[in-house]
């Protein structure tokens, strides 16, 4: 029924930006609440931002003042610009888009930030 595709990952030096796309495809008829998760090796998986359907915005503390979500309604795509990276950023991340009480992930876009 929905589909999301992750792009934007790579290698970035510590402090360098990078930015994630996310795009939803599928049956959505209205604006939903998305965000963005990251789980890397031997973690759990863990909230990073979220952003409802009016553009309220949430941050996990570790990327406040860091990483920005944002969000192009009419193309039903989610955005994470990530700046001053640090090696402890180095995750999977993934999209998920909430319909209700369900949730539809994307496959994940690697992030490795090392020098």
């Known amino acids: 029924q929905v589909q999301l595709v992750e792009s934007g990952g790579g290698l970035v030096q510590p402090g360098g930006s990078l930015r994630l796309s996310c795009a939803a495809s599928?049956?959505?008829?209205?604006?939903?609440?998305m965000g963005w998760y990251r789980q890397g090796p031997g973690k759990q998986r863990d909230l990073v931002a979220t952003?409802?359907?009016?553009?309220?915005?949430n941050y996990a503390d570790s990327v406040k003042g860091r990483f920005t979500i944002s969000r192009e309604n009419a193309k039903n795509t989610v955005f994470l610009q990530m700046n001053s990276l640090k090696p402890e950023d180095t995750a999977v991340y993934y999209c998920?888009?909430?319909?209700?009480?369900?949730?539809?992930w994307g496959q994940g876009t690697r992030v490795t930030v090392s020098s």
């Open positions: 998920k888009i909430l319909f209700g009480l369900k949730a539809y």
């Open positions: 599928g049956s959505i008829d209205r604006i939903y609440p």
């Open positions: 952003i409802s359907s009016s553009g309220s915005t």
